[in-house]
């Protein structure tokens, strides 16, 4: 990623100026887009290939975070490099149909995110409290909003409070995965590429879908362009240098918590539905302290994982037509599907699985305009990408089509 930072002149002054020591304070937006990553959706997909299939899936979470990792830095350097949010630009420079098509898919995948969102911190309070799982629903959206109310106090209380649920998530996987254990020898077999079946390329998929996350990509580009007002182009350079940072630690802590929960589904006997079945086993066999932070994790993967997406939701329409609606009005329609789910009674797994096959089918829609646009001189300038850069993006781009036409041929032919 360093690599992408170009030196715009060639004498000693400019290269000292853009290697200063990065700033805590630059550093946060890709944690922020970072708990999508940890989201009930992951809970949900990777709990049931740790159980299914052992680790053989593990090195799908590996190459969806390296993934990750290159799209969430690719939008961080389109906000700082124009000043703009990926929704503005894709109105700016594609054709209006497109762009419009583009809206309405964004906001149908926003709202299969709230389902996964949503019904996975509702379980997480039915874990720890009892809550019936319909009130849990309710109960996360209140909370969800008052996480929100932070962000009209400015940015950096929003920033602080959701890095600060995504460090529950972690501690509380780190102590499972340190309880439990996990034979480290059988696990890296799982690093090496390979499918069981068909069921296993539907999992795949999932897992993809909800690891590299559409309305996040938009976000990002958003929460980097407000730090790039007013700055210099030199400046600018500086700041993607503390972006590249950012993301590393983000996306590679968000990597190590997701094959922790393959590692620890994989180390447990698994019956029924995966998520309720991981936290009975930790009791049992582990002991109450373990069932305890795996439920802590999941609701506060939940509730900080809400908070972005209809945080996310505002930046794509205002962005793609300049518009937006009250965050109540919003939010109260996102998690239409996700109440349903819990009032119906539905298995709540096997629902968060299916949003995230529903996700993997938006990234290609949200990858490709992000590439073309930042592939572009009169759009990047000094920013503009390498065309190794384009080239290692758009090979996601059509590796994650190419699964997601393969899950559908699968399924038709049965």
């Known amino acids: 990623m360093e690599l992408e930072v170009a030196v715009l002149e060639r004498d000693p002054a400019t290269v000292t100026t853009l290697r200063p020591a990065v700033s805590a304070k630059l550093v946060g937006p890709a944690f922020v887009a970072a708990v999508a990553y940890i989201d009930p959706g992951n809970f949900a997909t990777n709990i049931t290939a740790g159980g299914l299939f052992g680790y053989r899936l593990l090195w799908v979470i590996l190459v969806a975070n390296l993934a990750a990792m290159l799209v969430q830095y690719l ?36 709202m299969a995110t709230d389902l996964a969102e949503l019904v996975g911190a509702a379980v997480g309070l039915n874990l720890l ?7 849990a629903g309710v109960l996360t959206a209140v909370v969800a909003f008052g996480v929100l109310a932070l962000e009209q106090r400015g940015r950096r209380p929003f920033e602080l409070a959701i890095t600060a649920m995504f460090g529950v998530v972690f501690l509380g996987f780190a102590y499972d995965l340190a309880t439990v254990g996990a034979p480290f020898k059988e696990a890296a077999k799982g690093l090496v590429p390979g499918f069981a079946g068909s069921d296993s390329v539907l999992l795949a998929v999932s897992i993809i879908g ?14 980097t362009k407000k730090r790039a007002h007013h700055r210099s182009e030199l400046s600018r350079h500086t700041l993607l240098r503390s972006q590249a940072v950012d993301v590393l630690i983000a996306l590679g802590t968000a990597g190590l918590i997701n094959m922790a929960m393959l590692a620890l589904a994989a180390s447990l006997p698994i019956a029924g539905d995966p998520i309720l079945a991981a936290h009975d086993s930790l009791g049992r066999l582990v002991g109450g302290g373990a069932a305890l932070a795996f439920a802590v994790a999941l609701l506060a993967s939940g509730v900080s994982s809400s908070s972005v997406g209809t945080y996310a939701g505002q930046v794509v329409m205002r962005g793609f037509v300049r518009r937006s609606i009250p965050l109540y009005v919003r939010r109260g329609i ?17 629902s968060l699985v299916i949003s995230q096959v529903a996700l993997s089918f938006g990234i290609p829609f949200t990858l490709i305009p992000l590439v073309l646009l930042t592939r572009r001189d009169d759009v990047m300038g000094s920013f503009v990408n390498r065309r190794l850069t384009t080239v290692a993006a758009a090979c996601c781009a059509g590796l994650i089509t190419v699964l997601n036409v393969y899950l559908v041929v699968a399924e038709v032919t049965g």
């Open 334 to 350: 996102t998690m239409l599907p996700g109440l349903a789910v819990l009032a119906l009674g539905l298995p709540t797994t096997d």
């Open 75 to 110: 939008s961080a350097k389109l906000g700082i490099a124009t000043g703009r949010d990926l929704p503005e630009l894709c109105r700016r420079h594609l054709p209006r149909p497109v762009s419009r098509g583009l809206w309405v898919q964004a906001e149908l995948v926003a």
């Open 129 to 135: 409290f009892g809550v019936p799982l319909p009130i």
């Open 210 to 223: 909800a690891t590299v996350m559409p309305h996040v990509i938009y976000l990002h580009s958003a929460l």
